[in-house]
């Protein structure tokens, strides 16, 4: 398991968000390339960015500003916000983006998935922001009747490389990440689950780390995304990311 740091964009500049919700952004940095090289050197494996107005768009809005954080980065990057067409798939990963985020069309377009696996393997991922348990789509915007599960379970055979489960009632806001939710979908798929929204703290990463498995099925959380608490100073990036690699 590895800690990811998110970077979230908007109008380029790196914010968080409470629920999901774009006028509750609170701005952390106006230089998103300096924040990406800062977590880099505090030990961070991947980086996970977001273009939140992208999200909403349904197209890249702010490309200039992950280029430039592109540019600095020696590590992986995640990508997701906006991409819904295997042309911008494209444009994405020919940039220097190690794994792109499918939500949005991951719900509407299942096939865009199974097609972008088939021509980047192991470089798509499948984003499920849940709702009460039901996947949420459009930046948050549109709760769907889709369950969480039965979206992943789409996507079995697809070559998904990971799929990031957001519990959007816990996002930004520090009560702690839905761990039992989590782990039940690792349960249930093969495919290794990043966990995301409400980490708190540093205890919530040894809970995390002591339920990632693998389980009987072979699936397992491979990874936990974390955003205002290392920007509010409750997690220190550095010890969190340490302990994980050493345990």
């Given at each position: 398991?590895?800690?990811?740091p998110?970077i979230d964009?908007k109008?380029?500049?790196?914010?968080?968000?409470?629920?999901?919700e774009?006028?509750q952004a609170?701005?952390?940095s106006?230089?998103?390339r300096?924040?990406?090289?800062?977590w880099q050197?505090?030990?961070?494996?991947?980086?996970?960015?977001?273009d939140?107005?992208?999200?909403?768009?349904?197209?890249?809005?702010n490309?200039?500003?992950?280029?430039a954080i592109?540019?600095?980065?020696?590590?992986?990057?995640?990508?997701?916000?906006?991409?819904?067409?295997?042309e911008?798939?494209?444009?994405?990963?020919?940039?220097?983006?190690?794994?792109?985020?499918?939500?949005?069309a991951?719900?509407?377009?299942p096939?865009?998935v199974?097609?972008a696996?088939?021509h980047?393997?192991?470089?798509?991922a499948?984003?499920i922001?849940?709702r009460?348990?039901y996947?949420?789509?459009?930046?948050?915007s549109e709760?769907?009747?889709?369950?969480?599960?039965?979206?992943a379970?789409r996507?079995e055979?697809?070559g998904?490389?990971?799929?990031?489960?957001t519990d959007?009632s816990r996002?930004g806001?520090?009560s702690?990440?839905?761990?039992a939710?989590?782990?039940?979908l690792?349960?249930?798929?093969?495919?290794?689950?990043?966990?995301s929204?409400g980490?708190?703290g540093?205890?919530d990463?040894?809970?995390?780390?002591a339920?990632?498995g693998?389980?009987p099925?072979?699936g397992?959380?491979?990874?936990?995304?974390?955003?205002?608490?290392?920007?509010?100073?409750?997690l220190?990036?550095?010890?969190?990311a340490?302990?994980?690699?050493?345990?």
């Amino acid at each position: 398991m590895i800690l990811i740091p998110a970077i979230d964009l908007k109008n380029g500049q790196c914010v968080r968000l409470f629920q999901g919700e774009m006028e509750q952004a609170t701005v952390y940095s106006f230089d998103p390339r300096a924040m990406a090289h800062h977590w880099q050197e505090q030990g961070a494996q991947r980086l996970h960015v977001v273009d939140l107005n992208g999200a909403f768009a349904g197209e890249p809005v702010n490309a200039e500003t992950v280029r430039a954080i592109l540019a600095v980065l020696t590590i992986p990057m995640q990508l997701g916000g906006g991409i819904r067409s295997l042309e911008t798939v494209s444009f994405w990963i020919t940039a220097g983006v190690r794994r792109v985020i499918l939500g949005t069309a991951a719900c509407r377009d299942p096939e865009l998935v199974k097609t972008a696996c088939r021509h980047y393997p192991g470089r798509i991922a499948v984003g499920i922001d849940a709702r009460d348990g039901y996947v949420a789509v459009a930046g948050w915007s549109e709760t769907t009747t889709i369950r969480a599960l039965d979206l992943a379970r789409r996507f079995e055979d697809a070559g998904v490389a990971e799929i990031i489960f957001t519990d959007i009632s816990r996002d930004g806001a520090l009560s702690g990440p839905n761990i039992a939710a989590t782990r039940a979908l690792a349960e249930a798929i093969t495919i290794p689950v990043i966990l995301s929204g409400g980490v708190s703290g540093f205890e919530d990463v040894r809970q995390a780390h002591a339920n990632a498995g693998p389980f009987p099925n072979g699936g397992r959380i491979s990874g936990v995304i974390t955003g205002k608490a290392i920007y509010d100073g409750r997690l220190d990036f550095r010890t969190a990311a340490a302990w994980l690699a050493e345990n």
